[in-house]
């Protein structure tokens, strides 16, 4: 494929700045450009492909569903779905899910799930949300708007209403700004885009103290951070709280479009019948793999590996971040959600990894983000710490 013309006549919209290369294959913690060359993923479709590209159990599953069932509507018992529903619940704080396809439609469908449980018990005043400003749910316009970003809602008004904002860490906002009109307060464990960074678990305590004398719904979105991606099957279990409802996508679908909403037994009973749908949420297809990716992240011996080798790699980073302490600022994040904070702009510092053969990819504040497949080898890990030395030592 000719990128230079591709560059002029691409009749795709323009709403991404594309970097101009494709690749043809992937393999594990690998991508191989379409002129041969080897890249070492560590961006991974943004945190989705959990298992690397191309897991043998993941191309399995896939195929054998394919020859069997792609499609059927929600109007009919999928138990492919009803499979990965029951060990979603067997292993988790939820008691149900309700599958969609993408990260934004579950931070939608978490926001009517919370609202339709004030409705449905009578309070149907209750339905504002509470967010960080600058936080990131997704594209959708509810969700633009409970992101709170100005560069994210310009040009798409008008405004949607029902959400309200305070700032990273401004616990004296948070606390002021809940009302009796509070239906929830919904907010990434760690933020991804917004620079990886992590709410700490005393916080998240109080935060949950706080929800439930006030009345007011916990959402945690662990869109990015959750899925084995810490090293906990979700980031919010080690400050060990319970959420009312967690949207999740990104890792469970493996590279698979998937998104869900998992709830407590409380506010699922608001979604009767006919209150949410997705023609293709929870389909066979994206089931069998669903099931397949939860099978090898949920397993205690697997997380583990994510803790032990995460442990690892932040060690070995922070001895770079002391070599070079003018260039690095901060190494923040947790498990295989990495951050690392530059004095400056990052987008030359990862154009220069990218040269050495090493993809990452920014986040807000100057971040550099890190993201390997939870599966990664520690030969691969040291590929990607001699790299990001290696453009340390030629800034
Ligand atoms: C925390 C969080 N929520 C929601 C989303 C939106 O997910 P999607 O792009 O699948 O709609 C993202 C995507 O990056 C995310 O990081």
Known sequence: MN???????????????????AFKKGKGSYLFSDKGEKYLDFIQGIAVNSLGHAHPKLIKALNKQSKKLWHVSNSFIIPEGERLAKKIAKNTFADFCMFQNSGAEATEAAIKVARRYFYSIGKPNKNRILCIRNSFHGRTLAAIYASGSKKMTEGFGPKVNGFDHFNFGDHKALKKLITKNTAAVMVETIMGEGGIKVIPDWC???????????????????????????????????????????PIAKGIGGGFPIGAVLMNKKVASGMTAGTHGSTFGGNPLAMQVGNAVFDIISKKSFL????????????????????????????????????????????????????????????????????????????????????????????
Not at 210 to 228: A, F, N, R, T, W
């Open 3 to 21: 990128l230079k013309i591709l560059n002029l006549m691409s009749y795709l919209a323009k709403n991404y700045n594309r970097k101009r290369i």
């Open 204 to 246: 998240l305590k109080g935060l949950r103290k706080l929800c439930s004398k006030k009345d007011v719904l916990l959402i945690l979105d662990e869109v990015q951070c959750g899925i084995g991606r810490t090293g906990d099957f979700f980031a919010f279990e080690r400050a060990k709280v319970k959420p009312d409802i967690v």
């Open 304 to 395: 583990n590996n994510v803790k032990k080798n995460s442990q690892y790699f932040y060690k070995e980073l922070n001895k770079i971040k002391e070599r070079y302490p003018l260039i690095i600022k901060c190494i923040r994040g947790r498990g295989f959600l990495i951050g690392l904070q530059l004095y400056n702009n990052q987008t030359d510092f990862i154009k220069k990894l990218m040269d050495n053969k090493l993809l990452t990819i920014r986040a807000a504040e100057n971040v550099v983000r890190i993201l390997p497949p939870l599966n990664v080898k520690k030969s691969e890990l040291n590929s990607a710490l001699k790299i990001i030395s290696k453009v340390c030592s030629k800034y």
